[in-house]
Each structure stands twice: as structure tokens, then as C-alpha cells.
């Protein structure tokens, strides 16, 4: 059983997993505006999972006898500056989310919530991989810089991606 500020957390990481989609997916549509279909492709992978990771909370909360709250999302930006520039966007958001799985963490802990801190413990090893997965991107971002056909080749490369569904997970995305 959850307690009530427990369920609202998780409820609040709902929103927050989806809102991370939501703003992949439209880094993702201006990345295909800029013909780097690659690197959109990429995004979209990543938007996919995200879903994934908010319906891993859902059906959580849901095999504890809570309700899972469809959120109210906040609309998303569509003007970047460039692959670099969504790419540390992403890190960025990436290392926000980092810090409200701690701070879930936290609160599971404090509300002796032993099932839900070992629960959370997927999302703790996932975030240090989504965090290095982007900084990668970055790094090689910052290689080949303005070179037009270093870039072509990093496009095709980050092209290849694509998205395994988690076990036992519904993927609301197609
Ligand atoms: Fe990219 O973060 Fe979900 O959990």
C-alpha cells in the first residue's frame, strides 16, 4: 500500500516522464525539419522511451491499489539552435530527472517504503546510463563541429537506433 504522499510522487514522476517524451518528440520533429533524420531518429527512440518509463510507474502504482493520474502537460518548445544545442538541452533535462528519482528516493525512504525504494532502484541505474548515452552524443558532436561530412556520417550512425520495449510494459507510442 502507498502512502498518499508517496502515490503523489509517483504520480508526479508520471508527468514529469511524459513531459520528457513530449520534449524529445519535438526535438525530434525540428531535428527532421533540419534534414538530420538521423538524429532525429534517435530522439524519437528516446521519446519512446520515456513512454515506457512513465507506464513502468503507472502499472506500478496501479499493482499497489492506487490510481495513476493522467497528467496535464505543459507544451513543449520548437525552436532550437542546432543538434548541439538540443543535445545539451537534453542533458540538461536529463540531469533534472536525475534529481527528482533521488529525491523520490528520499521520500521512499523516509515513508519506510521498502518496495518502492527497490522499485526505483531501475530508475536510478537508468538514469546514470541515459545521462552517459547523451554525453557520448556530445562528445562527438563536438568532434566533428561544423564538418559537413563528419556530421552526415554521425547522422547515419545515430540512424541505426532503434527502441526494445521494457518487459511487461505497454508503449502508448507506435
Ligand atoms: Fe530520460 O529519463 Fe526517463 O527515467
Not at 510507474?57 to 538540443?86: C, M, S, T, W
Not at 531501475?122 to 561530412?149: H, R, Y
Request: charge should be negative; charged fraction near 25%; aromatic fraction near 8%.
Amino acid at each position: 500500500m502507498l502512502s498518499k504522499k508517496m502515490l503523489k510522487a509517483l504520480n508526479k514522476q508520471i508527468q514529469e516522464e511524459l513531459y520528457s517524451g513530449y520534449l524529445y518528440l519535438a526535438m525530434s520533429a525540428y531535428l527532421s525539419d533540419q534534414n538530420l533524420n538521423g538524429f532525429a531518429t534517435w530522439m524519437r527512440m528516446q521519446a519512446r522511451e520515456e513512454d515506457s518509463h512513465a507506464m513502468k510507474i503507472y502499472q506500478y502504482i496501479i499493482e499497489h491499489n492506487g490510481q495513476p493520474l493522467v497528467p496535464e502537460l505543459q507544451k513543449p518548445p520548437r525552436d532550437f539552435k542546432g543538434a548541439a544545442d538540443i543535445f545539451k538541452q537534453a542533458l540538461d533535462h536529463e540531469r533534472h530527472i536525475t534529481a527528482c528519482i533521488n529525491d523520490l528516493v528520499d521520500l521512499a525512504q523516509k515513508e519506510k517504503d521498502k518496495a518502492t525504494e527497490s522499485f526505483l532502484q531501475w530508475f536510478v541505474d537508468e538514469q546514470v546510463e541515459e545521462e552517459n548515452q547523451v554525453v557520448e552524443v556530445i562528445k562527438q558532436l563536438n568532434i566533428v563541429k561544423d564538418d559537413g561530412p563528419g556530421l552526415w556520417m554521425l547522422d547515419q550512425e545515430m540512424g541505426q537506433r532503434t527502441f526494445t520495449p521494457l518487459p511487461g510494459i505497454e508503449n502508448r507510442m507506435v
